[in-house]
């Protein structure tokens, strides 16, 4: 699903983000991408969603090889890789619904499909009948789980969440923790980047750990390995 | 992906009325640059004008004949004008008929004519001369000529009118391209303004797999609109106002001018499309030029 073939960034200021980086994730799994700040994880995820073009080495996501793909298509890629963000990234200006329904509107559905799917993703999200409230309106957590629902509304077949639980308390990551466990196991492909220790412990998946640019540990059941 | 025109439309407009704040600043940035280009454009197009109908007189001089003038002694003075050199042709006019012209002339208001008495004007030689060049010379015979009350010829006035009117134009000319320029970019630094406070939308809309054009529609809609406000705003203003002066030269005390000012309809048909036209490109342009760097996630 995902393919890192000997893939190194260094950026313009000379930092070498990325070296020599090696990973094969297949499709359906999910992974705890861990490290230290500053080993690479942001890196790791910019080049997947092309945000940073990598200096050597080959990408390939969802079988198609990205390394040398043209700006326009970008925005393709990106509709097949859901991306939920620690700060939400929710559009201030839009309701719950319409941020949901701008992912559809993307890619032209029609609005009566639209006006169908929203409310089973709201429910499916534990937000049944917030559709009408601005992100500002609601709780950390909640806003949260919009992210997702508008992240997976299409059914991409990969999830990336990047540290998806960093703003929120122990109780409220969990239930998240539990939304990206049911996506997972209808078939979803999950990377998630965290520092939670808690988290990647008991959920026993696999673990990548990254330092100084390079895979330091991958390991089919992990734990999150540091003391932080 | 085809553009869909409802979906474009209903975001720009929601946008427009969710960030309003931002929507009337570009209005108003719109308008006032329209208007003082509203104002400086009236100005050139009446100076334009005037000259226009001071040019087509120059090449004539028109002689007033005594009042007691013989027809007799009226034919040979004609002779003698059309032997001068430069005097293509010479057209004798009745006092009735230039009585007529007037009235003409003054179109609606023509009936403060109505109560004189008895004609004032007298009868009259129209001279045209077959080049400007002549008219001096032509000038200094006639005066050599007998049964002449009076030369009317309008060389000095014209020269001055010439030269004051060029002036105006290329002044004119110079502050509009300067004013477009400044409102280009004040316009543009508005509209910056208000992107810029969008830019996480923008990159938000990035992430979610929008397209560039996706993104870009409703923005361009919106400038557009907004222009089209602002252009608007100002033809009405500009209408007002010159509607406003117009009346106040019709008013009997400036009659004279008022003949050769351009009646506000006329003069609003050519502005309201450079209005609407600049207004519609000023915003267009400008809010697609402010947002290009944050498509580049």
């Not at chain 2, 109908?53 to 004609?78: F, M, N, P, R, T």
């Not at chain 2, 010829?153 to 509009?176: C, M, N, P």
């Not at chain 2, 048909?269 to 697609?288: C, E, M, Q």
Request: proline share 3%.
């Amino acid at each position: 699903m995902i393919e890192f073939s000997n893939v190194s960034k260094r950026y313009d200021n000379g930092v070498m983000a990325l070296n020599n980086v090696n990973i094969k994730i297949e499709k359906g799994e999910f992974v705890f991408i861990v490290g230290p700040s500053g080993a690479g994880k942001s890196t790791f995820i910019k080049s997947i969603l092309k945000e940073v073009d990598a200096t050597t080495g080959k990408i390939w996501v969802d079988d198609v090889n990205i390394t040398r793909l043209h700006r326009r298509r970008v925005p393709y890629l990106r509709r097949k890789v859901g991306v939920v963000f620690q700060d939400f990234r929710l559009l201030p200006n839009k309701t719950v619904y319409e941020n949901i329904a701008y992912a559809m509107e993307i890619l032209g559905t029609p609005q009566r499909t639209i006006r169908k799917q929203v409310p089973m993703i709201l429910s499916l999200v534990g937000l049944s009948g917030k559709g009408n409230v601005y992100p500002n309106q609601l709780s950390g957590g909640e806003q949260q789980r919009v992210s997702i629902a508008r992240a997976m509304i299409n059914n991409p077949p990969i999830l990336i969440a990047d540290e998806p639980t960093g703003n929120l308390d122990p109780e409220t990551s969990w239930e998240i923790m539990k939304i990206l466990r049911t996506i997972n196991r209808r078939g979803t492909t999950i990377l998630m980047a965290t520092h939670d220790k808690d988290i990647v412990d008991i959920m026993k998946k696999r673990v990548i750990a990254l330092e100084r640019g390079g895979v330091a540990r991958d390991e089919k059941i992990g734990v999150y390995g540091y003391d932080d | 992906m085809t553009i869909k025109p409802l979906f474009t439309l209903r975001e720009a407009l929601k946008s427009l009325w969710r960030n309003r704040l931002m929507s009337i600043a570009s209005i108003s940035s719109v308008s006032a640059t329209l208007i003082i280009l509203g104002i400086i454009f009236s100005l050139i197009v009446n100076v334009n004008a005037s000259t226009q109908a001071a040019k087509d007189q120059i090449d004539s001089i028109k002689v007033y004949l005594e009042d007691g003038l013989s027809s007799e002694e009226g034919q040979v003075l004609q002779s003698e004008i059309e032997a001068l050199v430069g005097v293509e042709s010479v057209v004798y006019e009745n006092k009735d008929e230039a009585l007529t012209k007037w009235k003409v002339s003054w179109e609606e208001n023509a009936y403060m004519l109505e109560g004189l008495e008895k004609n004032p004007l007298p009868n009259a030689f129209i001279i045209y001369l077959s080049d400007i060049y002549y008219s001096e010379s032509v000038l200094a015979s006639l005066g050599n000529l007998d049964g002449i009350e009076q030369v009317k010829s309008h060389q000095d006035i014209v020269t001055t009118l010439l030269t004051f009117s060029e002036l105006i134009r290329k002044a004119g000319l110079i502050i509009i391209f300067i004013l477009i320029a400044i409102s280009t970019f004040i316009i543009h630094n508005t509209i910056k303004l208000a992107v810029n406070a969008r830019n996480r939308e923008i990159n938000i809309m990035k992430y979610v797999g929008a397209t560039n054009w996706f993104i870009r529609w409703p923005f361009l809609v919106e400038g557009t609109i907004l222009g089209l406000l602002g252009a608007g705003i100002s033809a009405v203003v500009i209408k007002m106002g010159y509607s406003y002066v117009y009346n106040l030269l019709c008013s009997d005390f400036f009659v004279f001018i008022a003949a050769y000012v351009i009646k506000p309809e006329v003069l609003m048909k050519d502005l309201v499309f450079l209005f609407v036209v600049i207004g519609a490109g000023i915003g267009a342009l400008g809010s697609i030029w402010s947002m290009r760097k944050y498509l580049n996630v």
